[in-house]
């Protein structure tokens, strides 16, 4: 999961890129870079570090141009090194540059049909330099020196027939103007926006239509499955859908967890699908538990206050925030590495006593994965006075990996992989748990947009979309993936080879 951003203007882009990043810093806090386009040369400033960090008005004074892209990296297995701080860029042909997000899970494969049949050199260890040069070798078989949109559409439609897994990304190709193309299943969000002024019209392209709203951008549609647009320096735009069999199957975790709630994804409001994941979730424990002995709700900030809200007001409970947050430590989510995940809890959140002394507490949260975060947390009410502490996930349990485009833990690593419910329960510390049921947030979600059919949930019900996941991939990618594999690569400076994960995830 990252963040990614592209902008057609009649007037320098630079600025607005970079706000539109930090608009959606949340998607990715392990690297920020830009690329702009004048006079057909580009220019880039990328490394690794949060958007503020990363650029310097120096920097910005060098981004000359009216189009450009840019992207924020969420680290996961292998891409920690700013050598892999996107976009990425290749001079042949005609001069391409890309930003990626998602997971391509035959890279592995992509990569060696890349050196030894398309006779291109990789220079990392990230799946987005691959989903580039697949790209740029299949726009080098139009062999023409000229090239429109429609010879764009066709080398996209090979990038289809040979990628798999989940992606969404924008580019900017000098003779031609910005681009942007989705994968067949739709599991990565990625939106296009319009906005007329005096000087004429801007277009942007996004992870989420919030980076939009912010700079003014009317939203024009999500990219479909497959779907590709093309759009001139001169404003000229153009769509065309570029997959034989698309299937509209988003990633329903976008929506429990990554997308802020003031976006739309796919034409659903994030922000409605959370009320009704605590409506639904309140249902459950008041079906299971009538006669609950419930004091207080209390979200776990900042993304499940939305569904904490809700619930407390079906259960008829009092909605209180105890905890405060320290918003300049990063989501621990994302963070690599369980000890500073672990360390991180403390610093990140801090509990209000007078809150929790003497009551029955019911925690919410989004989710939980490994129950590092979600043990700590229980343990701070307990601390702060909290009588009994149960703990309510507005998802279900996550019993698998993810594999496109969230760098969700091994199997071993999930706490609900091998437990039950009551065993979830017990190591976190928590008197009681509650799971969101799998159809009721399928439900939630769906009722957004009722146009689709399927959504992507993998790492609830190890159901994988794409068709081609099998146990000897999943193994492989946890070698990648597991903590105590990073903790060793770092100690001899090593990255891993192979497979990507993500990289531009």
Aim: glycine share 8%; aromatic share 8%.
């Amino acid at each position: 999961m990252c963040g990614i951003v592209g902008i057609v203007s009649n007037s320098p882009v630079n600025q607005e890129i970079y706000d539109a990043l930090t608009v959606l810093q949340h998607r990715g806090q392990d690297a920020a870079g830009i690329m702009t386009c004048q006079d057909g040369r580009i220019f880039q400033r990328k490394d690794n570090g949060m958007v503020k960090d990363v650029f310097r008005t120096r920097h910005m004074r060098d981004l000359h141009g009216n189009i450009g892209i840019g992207h924020v990296r969420y680290p996961t297995a292998g891409s920690s090194s700013s050598a892999e701080a996107q976009p990425f860029y290749v001079n042949s042909p005609y001069g391409i540059a890309m930003a990626h997000n998602g997971n391509l899970t035959n890279a592995e494969q992509l990569g060696k049909e890349l050196y030894e049949q398309d006779l291109r050199h990789l220079n990392t260890n990230s799946d987005s330099e691959v989903l580039l040069n697949v790209f740029a070798h299949e726009l080098m078989q139009q062999k023409k020196l000229f090239i429109d949109a429609q010879d764009v559409f066709k080398a996209i439609e090979r990038v289809h027939k040979r990628a798999r897994g989940g992606y969404a990304a924008v580019g900017v190709i000098p003779s031609v103007g910005l681009i942007g193309f989705r994968d067949p299943f739709a599991l990565r969000p990625i939106v296009v926006g319009k906005r007329t002024n005096d000087d004429g019209d801007s277009y942007m392209i996004a992870s989420e239509s919030v980076a939009l709203d912010t700079a003014g951008f009317q939203l024009i549609k999500d990219l479909a499955p497959g779907e590709a647009v093309v759009i001139t320096e001169s404003g000229d735009i153009e769509f065309k859908q570029c997959a034989e069999n698309p299937q509209y199957s988003p990633c329903i975790f976008e929506f429990v967890y990554f997308a802020r709630p003031d976006s739309m994804v796919d034409d659903i409001s994030v922000y409605k699908s959370r009320l009704r994941m605590g409506e639904k979730l309140a249902e459950q424990i008041l079906k299971v538990w009538p006669d609950n002995d419930i004091d207080v709700v209390m979200p776990i900030p900042d993304t499940s206050r939305t569904s904490a809200l809700q619930l407390a007001e079906v259960l008829g409970k009092p909605y209180r925030e105890g905890f405060i947050k320290n918003r300049y430590i990063g989501r621990t989510f994302i963070m690599p590495g369980q000890k500073l995940r672990k360390k991180s809890v403390r610093q990140k959140l801090n509990a209000i006593p007078l809150e929790f002394e003497g009551k029955n507490v019911l925690l919410v949260d989004d989710s939980i994965v490994r129950g590092t975060t979600s043990g700590e947390i229980v343990q701070m009410a307990r601390d702060a006075g909290a009588k009994k502490v149960y703990f309510a996930s507005a998802a279900p349990a996550v019993r698998y990996p993810y594999v496109y485009g969230i760098d969700m833990p091994t199997t071993d690593e999930l706490v609900a992989s091998n437990r039950t419910t009551e065993e979830v329960a017990e190591y976190i510390g928590a008197d009681r748990l509650f799971y969101q049921d799998l159809d009721d947030l399928i439900e939630a979600v769906w009722q957004g947009n009722k146009n689709i059919k399927e959504f992507d949930t993998s790492c609830f019900s190890g159901c994988y979309v794409t068709g081609d996941i099998t146990q000897e991939y999943l193994q492989s990618l946890g070698l990648a993936r597991n903590d105590s594999a990073q903790s060793k690569r770092k100690e001899v400076g090593q990255e891993p080879v192979g497979l990507h994960n993500g990289q531009g995830e």
